[in-house]
């Protein structure tokens, strides 16, 4: 067995965060699974809408939801300067700073197409889950009193359901900067799936959701990420960071370290963590990483008990709000 086999041996066993993931709607109306759900995929635990002991009451605006008995006092006012000491209270969805605009500028100068944007993760960033249904129709999802953001949605379509090659069943930062993970099909040789994607797509945007899998190795993740932001920040690429719904590594590190991130590099953070804690279980299967599965349909308060439908709304939302912001005169 030669070394390539063997390292992908390893990593198919030790990063395995992915190992089963919820496709169940919660409500029990199978017209709203996601395309592309397989019996493999079936959730650890499939939850019970009547069940469930509180109450969530669908927002009417395009804010995520305030946090339910997070603290007794009123949150701190969010600057976009804010230290990310407190990232618990930075905001979900993410100011769009004066240098964000620089970078993506400089990116469409350089060539890079504005209505697109690229998927950097493990398989909670396949579009069997994250925001595939928006490219396959309306017979999917259901915007509620969010119909503003099918703007969005039209203007960035074919990103959306793309299964792009930076993302892949227990991917870390590690992964997605080494040319051994890479697809073969697409990918030239000696290419990362981070510059095969970049270079497939020419985006204008990069959602990073990665993490969970570095709570193996947590002392390369900052390494790694500082890697991957440098790499598309010279390629005129705005990264969106995002925060991680689980605490593997039971101190927060990894949340704290990509806040920071996002704090030095002065780029968004969508602080997904903040959006779910007020779900049952802070939106977490039984096994504390797997997110609770319900579909898009957010005119639904019981579907909204679940943390699919948030991951995928609150994901809309960033992109709305950067493609209004970063594309203002």
């Known amino acids: 067995m030669n070394l390539r086999s063997l390292l992908f041996l390893f990593f198919t066993i030790v990063l395995s965060a992915c190992v089963s993931t919820g ?6 109306d199978s017209s709203g699974v996601l395309a592309g759900a397989s019996a493999e995929d079936e959730p650890l635990v499939s939850i019970a809408v009547e069940e469930l002991p509180i109450e969530i009451t669908v927002p009417t605006s395009t804010q995520p939801p305030a946090p339910m008995d997070i603290q007794e006092t009123p949150l701190p006012t969010i600057r976009p300067t804010l230290s990310p000491e407190g990232w618990e209270y930075l905001p979900v ?5 004066q240098r964000a605009r620089e970078i993506y500028l400089r990116g469409l100068d350089m060539g890079n197409r504005p209505n697109s944007f690229i998927k950097i993760g493990d398989c909670d960033a396949t579009p069997t889950w994250f925001l595939g249904d928006f490219d396959q129709g309306p017979h999917l999802y259901s915007l509620g009193e969010y119909t503003e953001l099918q703007q969005t949605i039209d203007y960035f379509k074919g990103s959306f359901g793309r299964d792009s090659v930076a993302v892949r069943r227990g991917f870390n930062s590690a ?3 080494s040319p051994i993970w890479a697809n073969s099909a697409e990918c030239n040789k000696n290419e990362t799936p981070l510059d095969c994607e ?3 797509q020419n985006p204008s945007i990069a959602l990073l959701l990665i993490g969970t899998n570095d709570t193996h190795n947590p002392e390369q993740f900052e390494p790694n990420l ?19 719904a689980d605490n593997r590594e039971a101190d927060h590190r990894i949340n704290q370290v ?3 991130l996002a704090h030095e590099y002065d780029i968004p953070l969508w602080n997904f963590w903040l ?7 802070q939106g977490l299967q039984e096994d ?5 599965f319900a579909a898009n349909h957010f005119n639904d308060p019981a579907r909204m008990k679940a943390a699919w439908p948030w991951r995928n709304l609150t994901a809309l939302q960033v992109l709305d709000v950067a493609r209004r912001e970063l594309n203002k005169p």
């Open 288 to 292: 504390g990483v797997h997110l609770t």
């Open 226 to 244: 500082r890697k991957i932001l440098d790499r598309l920040i010279e390629r005129g690429i705005l990264p969106i960071l995002s925060t991680k």
């Open 275 to 281: 959006a779910i804690q007020p779900l049952p279980s």
């Open 23 to 28: 496709a169940e709607d919660t409500s029990g």
């Open 258 to 260: 990509i806040a920071q």
């Open 175 to 177: 992964s997605v900067l």
């Open 93 to 97: 969805i993410p100011v769009i700073s």
């Open 198 to 200: 970049v270079r497939i």
